[in-house]
């Protein structure tokens, strides 16, 4: 017969334990009891220490049967019952299930009813080890309620992500389309949905949404697509403006004794400036540069002057334009001809030999007696005429004057005459068609406009510097070119000083310098003052945003000109073309305003024409694969 000694540690050889850790129930066989902790051997021999009080139960049941058994029972038992029956008060796990079984309980049917209570946080609050409460009937309700909602949204997820990944695109998205490829809220139930489609099908979000049929004009998808992502970031309450223009005539004003024309390309709408021509005694002349002045017509504290400042230029890109104004508000300050309108006019004198003997800027009104467009002022003011001396159109004798005043004026800074090798490019898209054409950089046209509008942004540029008026300057030292509101250099053009004034009808920046001209022509006090500390922080910040937004309405710019000429490609069934070595991978096209980047290092020197491939390309991401075919490198000379 087995001592009493031998009897206890068998006993003890027998105790097990139930008991929770890490938020999950587990059974070990107890080695050690100290009182405030045990050390339990697991059913896989591992063994740990845990403490008294997360024991839950005691039992003697065989170990690696238990927590089975248990999930077996727990399987079987409704929560909702068990709330029904557990009254309000606290109890304890065993409690209840005598209450649930209707007898004293195994140790497997209390760990059994354990399970199901843990398992169920909406239905049983946590008091303690062992011991729960019933949720409060309205908590319950809540809870039952928002496990049904989570469901709908799991099944209605599931459904949009089938759906987009067999190209259909769901109707509750299709009214949503902008917003998610744009402005996505990670939080919605759509976004989600989206995230979940592309995670499956390895697509970005645009071409699963256009194999969807997103897009009702499938064709232009992709530019839709490019336009939609900047009007999202920079133009989110639309392109139209549907408020009142403000706009207040201006009176008082004197009339020029002068014929002023303008020069712009035919779609030009915001013309805001022009030239008058007057001849003097003894061979010299009297030149007007004539700038449009919405700052006469529009307070800064408008509608539009707040537009302006949000947008703070018009957008140029192939085939349209967004303006800074609205159509509406530019006819009213636009050098339209056959009108009389009110500008600030910078007039500079020269001597017969072109030499500048003086300058004067007043504000007053001009009539504008012509419009002249580039298209049709080709056909007779070109070097051809110039080389004669004569032009016989409208204005001709006018342009030629005006020609050798800006040659002048362009060797006066040391104008580039490398510039006229260069070549702008212009993009005309019909009924879906792209063509590109060239016109070559410093032609007499050219060369009129350019120096006189350099001219009079430094000449007001120096005005406001010399009598300490406050603006804003475009300045280029050291190759970095930045709007600041110091007078310095602008170093790419040669001149002292640089402030933009010449388009007020399209940069917000040369409308502020306008206002601030104005008030000096006037001897009113302008809106920004140099020595108010206030008045600077206001014109840095400004010149901060401009800097930062008119770069990104280039970029943009960039990105279609780039889109539109991979589309010209396809177009035209341009397998191969011409092109330069820039550096590196980076290839310029010969006839395109087009840079691509190479698939390999080709290591050829800059300048050496180098014949490309068109390999696949992709019009959402405005890139493709481009491959060298051949290249031209001159043989090193002997020495």
């Known amino acids: 017969m087995p001592s009493p000694k031998s009897q206890c540690f068998s006993l003890f050889r027998l105790m097990n334990v139930f008991y929770e850790e890490d938020g999950s129930f587990k059974v070990g066989h107890v080695m050690s009891d100290i009182g405030t902790s045990l ?8 063994r740990s220490k845990i403490k008294a009080n997360a024991v839950v139960l005691r039992f003697e049941t065989a170990l690696d049967q238990f927590l089975p058994a248990a999930d077996r029972i727990a399987a079987d038992i409704e929560p909702d019952f068990l709330w029904e029956v557990c009254g309000s008060s606290e109890f304890g796990c065993e409690d209840m299930a005598r209450e649930y079984f209707g007898h004293t309980p195994s140790a497997i049917e209390a760990a059994a009813v354990s399970l199901k209570l843990h398992a169920a946080p909406m239905y049983f609050y946590k008091r303690g080890k ?4 019933a949720a409060p009937e309205e908590n319950l309700k809540a809870a039952l309620a928002s496990i049904e909602r989570k469901q709908r949204e799991a099944a209605q997820m599931a459904g949009w ?3 987009l990944k067999a190209g259909v695109m769901p109707e509750e998205m299709r009214a949503h389309r902008d917003t998610l490829l744009y402005r996505p809220d990670r939080n919605t139930l759509m976004v989600k949905a989206c995230e979940a489609a592309v995670a499956e099908t390895h697509l970005a979000l645009p071409k699963l949404f256009f194999n969807a049929g997103a897009w009702p004009d499938p064709e232009h998808a992709q530019y839709q697509y490019h336009l939609g992502k900047f009007l999202g970031e920079y133009f989110s309450r639309g392109r139209e403006y549907t408020g009142e223009i403000d706009a207040a005539e201006p009176v008082g004003l004197p009339l020029a004794n002068v014929r002023a024309c303008s020069i712009d390309d035919a779609a030009t709408t915001e013309i ?13 002349i009297e030149i007007g540069i004539h700038i449009a002045a919405p700052a006469l017509y529009f307070g800064r504290d408008g509608a539009l002057e707040k537009l302006a400042s949000t947008r703070l230029s018009t957008v140029y890109f192939p085939g349209d334009k967004i303006t800074m104004l609205p159509d509406a508000a530019v006819a009213h300050a636009t050098l339209a001809e056959g009108r009389v309108m009110p500008v600030v006019s910078c007039y500079a004198s020269f001597d017969a030999g072109f030499t500048l003997t003086g300058t004067r800027s007043v504000i007053e009104q001009v009539k504008i007696e012509r419009n002249l467009r580039v298209g049709a002022l080709e056909q007779y003011f070109h070097d051809g005429a110039i080389a004669a001396g004569r032009a016989e159109g409208e204005f001709g004798d006018e342009l030629i004057l005006l020609h050798q005043v800006a040659r002048a004026l362009g060797a006066r800074r040391g104008k580039d005459e490398n510039e006229a090798d260069r070549v702008d490019y212009n993009f005309d898209i019909i009924d879906g068609r792209i063509a590109i054409t060239t016109r070559k950089r410093g032609n007499p046209i050219d060369t009129v406009v350019s120096e006189l509008m350099i001219f009079v942004n430094s000449e007001w540029g120096k005005l406001l510097a010399d009598n300490a008026v406050a603006a804003i300057y475009r300045s280029q030292q050291n190759m970095k070119t930045r709007m600041t509101t110091d007078p310095l250099p602008h170093e790419g053009l040669g001149v002292p000083q640089y402030a933009w004034s010449s388009s007020p009808l399209r940069r917000y920046v040369d409308l502020v310098n306008q206002r601030q001209l104005i008030a ?16 600077i922080s206001q014109l840095s910040e400004l010149a901060r945003r401009f800097d930062l937004t008119y770069d990104a309405y280039n970029e943009f710019q960039r990105d279609l000109e780039r889109y539109w000429c991979l589309r010209y490609l396809v177009q035209e069934g341009i397998s191969q073309y011409r092109g330069t070595m820039i550096r590196d991978e980076l290839v310029r096209a010969d006839t395109l305003p087009l840079i691509v980047r190479l698939d390999r290092n080709p ?35 002997a020495g």
Not at 130 to 133: A, T
Not at 520 to 535: A, I, K
């Open 161 to 163: 992500v089938e759906q």
């Open 39 to 46: 050390q339990v051997e697991a059913v896989s021999g591992k």
């Open 603 to 637: 290591e050829l020197p800059p300048k050496t024409p180098v014949t490309v491939v068109v390999g696949e390309l992709d019009y959402w991401e405005i890139s493709g694969r481009f491959t060298l075919a051949e290249a031209v490198v001159e043989p090193p000379q």
């Open 520 to 535: 000096f022509l006037r001897g009113e006090t302008p809106p920004y003052q140099r020595r108010v500390r206030d008045s």
């Open 130 to 133: 062992g011991r729960y409460q």
């Open 272 to 284: 805001d400036d022009a030239f008058s021509v007057t001849r003097l005694d003894g061979g010299a």
